[in-house]
């Protein structure tokens, strides 16, 4: 044998059995998330009698090379370091994520059985869970009026967020209709996050129209997805006349059409 090739074969096994070795973690990770280096030890798949050999090199080789790569990731909670993989989700970020993304969407705070049947998790999960985060993120067990002033606050919201996507932010009619800053930071991230729940906005002017002499108005009708409809609650279309001034800021993106009636 060759001498280069000699030398070749044994970086070939090394690298062989440490590409055995992560595809190991990663099976043990995916059919126990969150686990301890000592639970990873335990499902790691060598006769039981080598086990005490693998600990080292998994907490010092094998495991921060799949984290610095992005395969893995490591937690630490009151002291105690667990892995898992990168797309794993723990249970109160998981139930976090999915309270703040329904107040984004629907304008109100989920009870506890709308949680439990958007994350697959029980009641008995969800309520310690909720009443922990609730501190940090605001959230509070919503009433029978909360959820009829949602519907309108959830569509003025998904609106607001179809002006920014046409380009309207700097209209006065946005201005004026939506003050609030923070709706403006809510609307953005919507249309960051979900641009599928977004209405389309339709702009067209009606020939001879009386009401429109000085050719100074135009409709706007909103037209919203299902998806939003379902989800959120809202009518499937939405329609009305505004002053042409207030839109001087994104005039030409209006595309306004000219209908006979």
Known sequence: MPRDREEFMPRLRRRKQKLQRDAAIILVLHKHPNSSLEEIVKEFPCPTNEKHRIEKPLKYDLLPFLIEKGIVKKFKDDGEITYALSDYEDEDAKIKRTVQ????????????????????????????????????????????????????????????????????????????????????????????????????????KIKGDIRNRKDEKFYYTLTFPMKAQEFVGVSDTEQRMVSLKDFEACRTRLKIEQRDY
């Open 101 to 204: 993304d329904f107040e984004l969407l629907r304008g109100r705070w989920p009870n506890e059985e709308e949680i439990g049947s958007l994350t697959g998790s029980c009641p008995e999960t969800v309520k310690p869970i909720m009443y922990k985060l609730a501190p940090t993120i605001g959230w509070k067990h919503p009433s029978e009026n909360n959820n009829t002033a949602s519907r309108g606050l959830a569509m003025r919201r998904l609106e607001l967020a179809a002006w920014f996507k046409l380009g309207c932010k700097q209209a006065d009619f946005v201005k004026r209709e939506w003050a609030d800053e923070d709706e403006h930071a809510k609307a953005t991230l919507i249309l960051e996050k979900y641009p599928e729940y977004l209405p389309k906005i339709v702009t067209f």
